[in-house]
């Protein structure tokens, strides 16, 4: 394994590990495939299906061979993430527009509700490989939950930093609950990465957002499980949402490594939604102008609340390798696309649910086809944000279901019926 550049291609060694290059740039893990025998790893990964109270029964390291094959076990922190369900929906299926069933990844049914705990059990790891015992990140809330609870395994101390608006106090308060130390801040997202990456190092903290390449090695392994419940083929869309942008660069190394090993033997394109209030990557993409970060981010999908994503750069290589698009939702598009979602059984957080809303507005535009077969990423637990789901079943929307107050008469609850 070492470190490469996503900007100017250099390398370096894992002895000398860093964010990021001289240059400025973020790196990626290059692995060393050579001699690797894929049909030999897919009886493996079969075969730990069967793995109980050992790392190797987690969803992440089960894969530890293309994800951090040198890790020792003493350094390995698990709750058993990935295992997550995937789904099909009718429901989902018609509110989009698609004719075949749309496949719904649950990374919701993560220990902490989200997609964050399979890079973060990485991460956290390595750092202890290290030897850290205090870990950080700046978040608006999933990261933070997933940080403090691997942290607390691990014995070790966590020290979050969050915006003071436009996050859902939920997943603070879960932070606070599994024992890190919360630092309220007036700035935005993107002033809490720039301040990690400037004094984390004399602070002695090791840094777990998603400018950490193993935090990216980690979440890998969503695809990794998604190839391998569905017998080593893909859909022809993968949809994932995109806020630092972090799922949508994992993803497309995962799918990379399997598309090179022959786990697989086409790539599926994928589709990366922003929300409207924070979509400067969409933006990007969709007009061909330069980069611009969005000043003043505002979303009800509090996850997507991203104005400067870090990984725009590595989301963009992911996007031209999978002859992907991108896509914008409003938040009124990702609440309906919620409560479809949430009325299946199935259930996420806004942030989840703009994978379904992006899917039915590509559809309706014809950029996708509605005889192809699509997967959506579920990336938070419908409980991640309470506030949002009484905000919208209390008020007027397509998909409302308010309480019934009654008398408790049966004529009453017969005209419910």
Request: charge should be negative; include cysteine; charged fraction near 20%.
């Amino acid at each position: 394994m070492k470190l490469q550049c996503v900007d100017c291609k250099n390398t370096y060694s894992m002895d000398d590990f860093q964010y990021q290059c001289e240059c400025g740039g973020l790196f990626d893990i290059v692995h060393n495939f050579n001699g690797v025998d894929t049909e030999k790893l897919k009886h493996t990964f079969q075969e730990r299906l069967a793995e109980r109270m050992t790392p190797l029964a987690s969803g992440v390291w089960r894969y530890k061979e293309l994800i951090f094959p040198e890790v020792q076990e003493e350094h390995m922190v698990t709750k058993y993430e990935g295992n997550t369900g995937l789904y099909q929906s009718a429901q989902v299926r018609t509110y989009t527009g698609m004719k075949e069933n749309v496949l719904l990844k649950a990374q919701s049914e993560n220990p902490s509700g989200s997609f964050k705990d399979n890079g973060m059990a990485v991460a956290v790891s390595h750092g202890r490989s290290l030897g850290y015992n205090k870990f950080t990140c700046t978040s608006t809330g999933n990261t933070s939950s997933s940080l403090a609870m691997y942290s607390s395994m691990a014995g070790c101390k966590s020290y979050v930093f969050v915006p003071n608006k436009n996050i859902s106090m939920n997943k603070v308060m879960q932070t606070i609950a599994y024992g890190a130390k919360v630092f309220s801040t007036e700035g935005k997202y993107d002033e809490g990465i720039e301040f990690l990456q400037q004094y984390s190092e004399e602070l002695g903290l090791y840094v777990c957002n998603s400018i950490n390449p193993f935090r990216i090695e980690g979440q890998k392994s969503i695809v990794f499980e998604i190839a391998q419940y569905l017998n080593w083929k893909l859909p022809d869309w993968i949809v994932v949402p995109g806020g630092a942008l972090s799922n949508s660069t994992a993803l497309g190394k995962g799918l990379q490594d399997l598309y090179e090993l022959g786990f697989i033997d086409k790539l599926p394109r994928v589709a990366i939604v922003q929300a409207e209030g924070a979509s400067p990557f969409h933006r990007m993409m969709a007009t061909g102008s330069p980069y611009e970060p969005e000043r003043e981010p505002n979303t009800v999908a509090s996850a997507l609340n991203i104005g400067n994503p870090p990984s725009w750069k590595k989301a963009a290589r992911v996007l031209k390798e999978t002859d992907g698009v991108t896509v914008a939702v409003t938040d009124e598009e990702i609440l309906n696309a919620k409560a479809v979602i949430d009325q299946s059984g199935i259930g996420c957080e806004p942030a989840s649910a703009a994978t379904v809303a992006g899917l039915k507005k590509l559809v309706d535009h014809q950029a996708i086809d509605k005889e192809e077969q699509a997967l959506c990423i579920l990336t938070g637990n419908m409980l991640k944000d309470t506030d949002v789901l009484k905000k919208y079943h209390t008020e007027q929307h397509v998909f409302s279901n308010p309480i019934v107050e009654t008398l408790l008469t049966k004529e009453e609850i017969a005209a419910e019926l």
